[in-house]
Structure formats: structure tokens, C-alpha cells
């Protein structure tokens, strides 16, 4: 299992990007976690990408959060990018 803890940039589908504070895990090819956001557009929940300081890239799937906080989960698609 590896892990990701560390700033990323979040950009929507419409290019609209938006700093964020992530934390991620990797189990084999299959990879999720949380990333803190204080606003992003969260109308399409598909076809996000989540970009790392190193440049790497992969799609994510926004999923729920509580009205209250500014953590949502991520979804990642394809192998992870850390």
C-alpha cells in the first residue's frame, strides 16, 4: 500500500482548477481518499483531474460530502499518479 498526503490541484472538466489538500491510498491498482476544498464547482462528478506538484495526473470521481465540511472523497480511475 502507498500513500499521498500533500497539496494537488483539482481541475473540472470545464478547466476551472482549484488548489486542494489531499490524502490518498493506493491498494494495488485501486486508489481513493479525501481531498480538502473550500469551493468547486461539484455539479459533474465525472471527468475530474487531479493534478500532483510533480506533474502527474489521473481522473478522479468526486464522491459525497457533509453540507458542514469542505472534505470531499475521490475516486481514482486508472493506476495512481503517486
Known sequence: MSRYRGPATLISSGGA???VYVDLR???REWSGTATIS????DDP????LRLPDGREAQVT???SEAWS???????SGP???
Do not use: M, W
Open 17 to 19: 482548477e482549484v488548489e
Open 80 to 82: 495512481p499518479p503517486f
Open 26 to 28: 493506493s491498494k494495488q
Open 70 to 76: 469542505d472534505v470531499i472523497t475521490l475516486v481514482g
Open 39 to 42: 469551493d468547486f464547482d461539484t
Open 46 to 49: 465525472h471527468d475530474q483531474t
Open 62 to 64: 468526486l464522491g459525497g
